[in-house]
């Protein structure tokens, strides 16, 4: 309404200027008196008339402030902008002096500027409310943990309570918070189709607007214990990666506004970045799920006692933030009371060592009938392996194990792998005599198979590479190597199967400290001292005599 401008002394003094001038100016007196007004501000402002006095309002406040010589020249100084409203409209108010005390006071509209500058400010606090949320929502990959931070983020910012419903079958999960309590997450059965949009919003579609919902005829299950009556009620989707991550409704109480539309546009906003952080979540845990399970088909089994004699194990991988890796051992019992030990080494580390490692132990456990020949299950391995068209190989070690009286009977055949260890009861320690050739390279393979027979407290010992080549010691540089591994293994003559393998691991790991190693695998097979006592076909710990 006019341009905005401050207008000089001169247009005070040109009395017909100053009254025609379409914006709205006053000419008051040092004592509040109106002097004069033009036909503008007499349209804005009725109840002020010529001769009258400027008692109340802003602008008076602005005039007495006015005439304050420290305050006028701290306002020049600063270029303060004086504003207030009349009715609906805003405007600024520019003094010029008059000399005398007398100030003339032009109004200029600035309510599109300032109703600007109203939504600027909204919309930056909205902005930094979002991106509060979005850091809060993504700082936990747990579903329900995500589900309990949204619902207690809506209630305190979007509503007076707040609920999301993630996707069900008969029952739906169900997470809900009122404002200034905690949130609370449970199964509950539903018909969604109770709440207008709630089924709609499970299925991804639109969200219905807030005043096509009618609070009263809401389902006890929507309002949180002693909520009162509902005044409002918006349902939005939550979207997700590709599928729906659920619905959530918001809800405010009678004594409170409805929802407006930007209020359910923001709302929309924050569905969108809960959709998403609830959708991760879930596929995280999925995924996590999927992991596990193929991990437990990776990792090596718990040995125990199996036939009347002892079974022991270690596997280290090469990255302690790993699980998994290329080295692999198995026990399989079998019928005729022989049960086929099996020690490997995969070429290479990590997850892709570990998937070809799950493939040779599956086959390994096709080929189990013919274990009593170690060559000819080599052989059918080795074919399996070489029609794969992987460039990998792998190493390993079959033996044979069969109880017979107090000793135990062993088979043992090397492929490629480095033969295992024999620690007699007097502390001297043997090497198996048993050669072979690497799995998976050569089109025929050669193979020996040594027999070896453990009296009482006697053990053999199969190991990877990754014990005998782990580098470390004082100098981070030397192999702990074959010999130590002999002082090692005299040192556990008598030794239970598991204090072997604890023993040995042990050794290894404190040798490399912190330096990279391979994969470590040790698998200790130890005739019991004494007679098994137990009655349960030999399986389990049992008792033995002295």
Known sequence: MGEDRVVSSTHVDNDTAWRSAPCPALLVGPDGVVLGLNRAASTLLPSIVEGGRLDDGWLADAHRHHLEPAAAGAAAEAGALITGDFGPRSFAAHPVDHGGGTVAWWLVEDTERRGALAELAVERERAALLDEMSSALFTS???????????????????????????????????????????????????????????????????????????????????????????????????????????????????????????????????????????????????????????????PPTLTHVGGVEFAGRYRPS???????????????????????????????????AVLTGKVRTALQVLLPMADDHHRMLTLLNEALLNNGSTRFVTLVLASVTREGPSVRLRLTSAGHPPPLIVRAGGEVEE?????????????????????????????????????????GPMDTAMFGESR??????????????AVVEHVQMLAAHWVGASDHDDMAVLAVTAPRGQHLTAVGGHGPGRFTS
């Open 485 to 498: 591994l002999r002082r090692a293994l005299a040192e556990c003559a008598g030794m239970p199967a598991e």
């Open 141 to 299: 990959l747990n579903v329900e943990r995500c589900a309990r931070v949204a619902v207690r983020l809506a209630a305190a910012h979007l509503a007076d309570a707040a609920l999301i419903i993630s996707p069900g079958g008969r029952d739906y999960p169900v997470t809900r918070c009122a404002r200034g309590e905690s949130p609370a997450h449970t199964r509950i059965v539903i018909d969604p189709d109770e709440v207008p949009g709630l089924g709609e919003a499970l299925r991804g579609f639109p969200p219905v607007p807030s005043r096509w919902i009618d609070p009263s005829a809401a389902p006890d299950w929507l309002l949180p214990d002693g909520f009162g009556e509902a005044g409002s009620i918006l349902v939005t989707p939550l979207p997700g990666h590709g599928v729906p991550a659920g619905a959530l409704i918001l809800v405010r109480r009678t004594a409170v506004r409805g929802f407006s539309p930007d209020e359910e546009a923001f709302a929309r906003l924050f569905a969108a970045r809960a959709g998403v952080a609830m959708s991760a979540a879930r596929m995280f845990a999925q995924q996590a799920s999927i992991t596990e399970t193929l991990m437990r088909e990776l990792l």
């Open 319 to 353: 990255q302690d933030t790993e699980r998994v890796g290329g080295d692999f051992y198995d026990v399989h019992e079998g019928e005729n009371g022989e049960s086929l030990v099996v020690l490997g080494d995969v070429c290479g580390k990590g997850l892709e060592a």
């Open 432 to 472: 198996a005599d048993t050669t072979g050739t690497l799995i998976g390279v050569l089109p025929e393979i050669e193979s020996t198979t040594a027999e070896v027979v453990l009296g009482p407290g006697e053990t053999c010992l199969l190991y990877t590479d990754g014990i005998t080549e782990a580098r470390g």
